[in-house]
């Protein structure tokens, strides 16, 4: 691997650096010629710095952490389009082995199908070029290069050790940052809020949303306006507020009705009547209880 890293990779970017420079002097001298030649230098040079980049980052040694299995989002998706991660790396090794020549075998997100796949690409194109919406979570080098020392052509023998100190880590975090913005409860990437009552912060996707009234004019104003107005009947434009409650406020604060499982299937409005404090009765009157220990008269 230090070979690799040092000496393969590194070619890479020499390769690809000056394939830049010869590229930017063939743009001002408007030599097109020389731009369309330079384009698969690029693509490829480029590519193998990509990848390759791609490929440190899923490597670590055993005592920090590398083989361990996946957790969180990443291990439930894997067993969900999988069946489980045994299931994927035979899946990945067969795909991997069966690979003509030389390149990568991938593990990828479709962020638009919002699903695992895997993907084999030729030379060093980056997966990108089998699908704009494929993101890498895990690529394996399967040029001769990266195992031929230690495993001289058996391909098999290199894929099925590789797993000894595959990252999932970085896997895993890649996944949860660019699967469509949805992380492992599929609520995407929540921002978080301030309530507009207590000021805790909560996830704006579980705030209590309500828009209130808040024209801040007497009403002498309004009444000046709609008389100064050409119109007939000109109302003054409400200006809203969007208020943003944490559950708990909605709760305490009677933003939202609490109600049993069986009142819930009632999707009758709830009703607005408030009773005025002259109408409410006193005690001893028909419509309140009497007070405690005195009877009724109509019983007596």
């Not at 970017?13 to 020389?34: C, F, P, V």
């Not at 991938?106 to 980056?126: H, Y």
């Amino acid at each position: 691997m230090q070979l690799h890293y040092q000496k393969h990779h590194q070619t890479y970017i020499t390769n690809y650096n000056k394939a830049l420079e010869r590229l930017h002097e063939a743009i001002q001298k408007g030599d097109s010629s020389t731009v369309v030649k330079l384009q698969s230098a690029i693509k490829f040079n480029g590519g193998g710095h990509i990848n390759h980049s791609i490929f440190w980052k899923n490597l670590a040694p055993i005592l920090e952490g590398g083989g361990e299995p996946p957790k969180g989002s990443l291990g439930l998706a894997i067993d969900t389009n999988f069946g489980s991660l045994e299931s994927l790396i035979q899946k990945i090794n067969a795909e991997g082995a069966a690979l003509q020549g030389s390149g990568w075998v991938w593990l990828g997100v479709d962020k638009e199908l919002k699903k695992l796949v895997i993907q084999t690409t030729a030379n060093q194109d980056p997966l990108v070029t089998k699908g704009p919406n494929l993101v890498p979570l895990l690529g394996i080098d399967v040029w001769e290069h990266a195992y031929y020392l230690q495993y001289k052509n058996v391909r098999p023998d290199y894929l099925k050790n590789v797993w000894k100190v595959i990252n999932w880590k970085y896997a895993s975090e890649t996944f949860k940052r660019r699967n469509g913005g949805r992380n492992k409860h599929g609520r995407g990437h929540v921002k978080f809020i301030r309530c507009s009552n207590c000021g805790k912060c909560c996830p704006k996707d579980k705030s209590i949303k309500r828009f209130l009234v808040r024209n801040i004019v007497e009403q002498a104003a309004v009444r000046d306006v709609q008389e100064a107005c050409v119109y007939d009947t000109y109302t003054l434009p409400k200006l809203y507020v969007k208020m943003q409650y944490c559950v708990s406020c909605a709760i305490h604060s009677h933003v939202v009705r609490v109600r049993s499982r069986t009142n819930r299937r009632n999707r009758d409005p709830p009703q607005r009547f408030i009773r005025r404090r002259d109408d409410t009765p006193k005690p001893g009157q028909s419509g309140q209880a009497p007070r405690p220990g005195v009877t009724n008269p109509a019983r007596a």
